[in-house]
């Protein structure tokens, strides 16, 4: 068995969202190569190659994959698929969005977001925003897979030394051009990989509060996220956004404030090993997750816990 | 312009779901169904473009078992012209679905097919992508904003997980939607009645030749760990004690 990881990168570093992948890639087993695909990313490439475990990386430099357009990737992708028996990406925004391209084009089932390994053909993965998990077993010739993050630890980013090898490049597919991105700037952790996570909801009232929670997340040394509702009221950036559609977060510690707790919000964090919920509202549902729940208002409640914290 | 939409009937996004006893799925009658959120999206999306002018024909499809007529007729309150119900009880997988979809879109050559990004039951994020591969067309996923040009082409602000970026694409396209592309409109009472005199026409699998075998077998389905109950505190002062001297996190 052969199993290609396609790396999650920006043409100049390797993002460590791939690692992920990887370490579903080695439960599965078999002989492990990564795929650069991006525009100058020979630097990605040779931090890929030191990645624990990893037997080649694959380096397809173009300038049709630097803004990581589907159509471009899969035409790639489908060319370079040959021999794999399993095609792994982390599900990433670019994962979820050029993995099912791939299978398509492979007339393969893709299996989405799993979040265990029970076989080279069957695997877990989370429907119903995580209230169920369904094992499925596939019969496809190449198993088509994105990975969630959250579910595998991180291989080891070095101990490795794989050979780089030239991929052949498949071209511009002629479907699409990338005309601009607006990006988030952040000093602090990235939200789905920080250590401890300050969530803030509809009860936040406004995006100017929100520097309440930048205080205690300073205090931490927290990510900052936030439900549906502030992203929707226009209070943050859809990045922040935790939930079921949104970005899924495990961290040590989530700390939800004014936040109810919708399903659709439990989906994006409910597997966070300690859940802290401080709400005015002593019936909202995010109590029933919390591991410890604080009844009072945050306006109150976070400056002192803010206070309490030493850095 | 014609544009498609595909809605999918979905257990209601309010409903905590239950799995059943002997593991074979999760509880699903007597439970209410809705039309999958993004999808609602999808058709506003549509109707908007034809407001606009832009679009002469919003066809709305959906593919399922019988009860797949009442969310076309939702879709058809909404402003969608007509329906199309692909009929089959079989489970239908993403791929089966896009290989559906494609055989419509042969037959009705829409220049944009507008599908939810994901159902909030199988939680796949695939269908629009599948789709487009099979047609050979650009694909516009996690759109919040769709802008068409005059020369064939669109542009699409997508949410990515660094932010926003914005791509054009050339028509004909498959877009799907994100959840601040619009806010979908309430169907009026007399556009819900105006909506049982548009027509649907049912189609079958094996009419538009399409093999729908499932390739992925559900060995089954369990519930996910519990956590354990937690607590309430009374104080900040308590909670910072717990979480520095039990929880050991801070």
């Known amino acids: 068995m052969s199993i290609l990881v396609i790396a999650e990168h920006d043409n100049a570093k390797l993002n460590a969202a791939t690692l992920h992948a990887v370490t579903a890639a080695q439960k599965i087993g078999g002989e492990l190569h990564v795929l650069v695909a ?75 977001e799993i979040s265990a390994v029970e076989s080279a053909d069957t695997f877990v993965r989370p429907i119903y925003a995580g209230n169920a998990l369904a094992t499925v077993q596939s019969s496809d010739k190449v198993k088509v897979i994105t990975v969630r993050a959250t579910s595998f630890d991180a291989a080891p980013a070095t101990g490795g030394s794989a050979a780089v090898e030239k991929a052949a490049v498949a071209g511009d597919a002629g479907l699409s051009s990338f005309v601009g991105q607006e990006l988030a700037k952040s000093e602090r952790p990235e939200l789905t990989s920080a250590r401890v996570v300050v969530s803030g909801g509809r009860g936040m009232q406004n995006g100017d509060n929100f520097k309440l929670l930048d205080a205690l997340a300073d205090k931490l040394n927290a990510a900052v996220g936030a439900s549906r509702a502030a992203v929707d009221a226009g209070f943050v950036p859809n990045t922040y956004q935790v939930g079921q559609t949104g970005k899924i977060v495990a961290p040590e510690l989530y700390i939800a404030v004014g936040i109810s707790g919708a399903i659709q919000h439990l989906a994006g964090m409910k597997d966070s090993k300690v859940i802290v919920a401080i709400n005015k509202d002593e019936d909202a549902p995010i109590f029933q997750v919390a591991d410890y729940g604080l009844v009072a208002d945050l306006f109150q409640a976070v400056p002192e816990l803010t206070s309490a914290v030493s850095k | 312009m014609k544009v498609l939409v595909a809605v999918k009937r979905v257990v209601d996004y309010n409903v905590k779901v239950r799995v059943k006893a002997d593991g074979t799925g999760v509880e699903t009658a007597n439970v209410k169904m809705s039309m999958n959120p993004f999808d609602e999206i999808g058709v506003e999306e549509a109707v908007r473009l034809k407001e606009a002018g832009k679009a002469t024909e919003v066809i709305a499809v959906s593919l399922g078992a019988a009860q797949c007529q009442e969310t076309i007729r939702t879709a058809l309150a909404m402003g969608a012209d007509r329906g199309i119900h692909v009929q089959t009880d079989g489970e239908l997988q993403p791929l089966a679905v ?93 556009n819900i009645m105006k909506a049982k005199k548009k027509p649907i026409d049912t189609l079958t699998p094996e009419q538009l030749g399409v093999d729908i075998a499932p390739r992925l077998k559900t060995l089954k389905v369990t519930e996910p760990p519990k956590r354990q109950a937690g607590i309430k505190v009374k104080s900040v002062a308590e909670l910072v004690d717990k979480l520095r001297n039990e929880a050991k996190v801070i």
Request: aromatic fraction near 2%; proline fraction near 3%; glycine fraction near 8%.
């Open chain 1, 38 to 112: 991006g525009t100058n990313a020979g630097a990605v490439a040779d931090e890929a190659a030191k990645i624990g475990g990893v037997a080649k990386v694959l380096l397809a430099d173009d300038a049709a994959y630097g803004n990581r357009l589907a159509e471009n990737l899969a035409k790639l992708l489908v060319g370079l698929a040959g021999n794999y028996s399993h095609i792994l990406a982390t599900a990433t925004a670019t994962g979820k969005n050029v993995l099912p391209r791939v299978a398509a084009l492979l007339d393969v089932q893709q299996i989405s």
């Open chain 2, 98 to 190: 896009a290989k559906l979809l494609k055989a419509v879109v042969d037959k009705e050559q829409p220049q944009i097919c507008i599908l939810g990004k994901q159902a909030i039951d199988d939680d796949a994020n695939q269908t629009g992508q599948m789709l487009a591969a099979l047609l050979g067309s650009a694909q516009a996923t996690f759109a919040s904003k769709l802008v068409l040009n005059d020369n064939g082409t669109a542009n699409v602000t997508r949410e990515v997980d660094g932010g926003l970026e914005t791509i054009t694409v050339k028509l004909p396209f498959v877009l799907t939607t994100d959840l601040r592309l619009n806010e979908p409109r309430y169907a009026s009472l007399p």
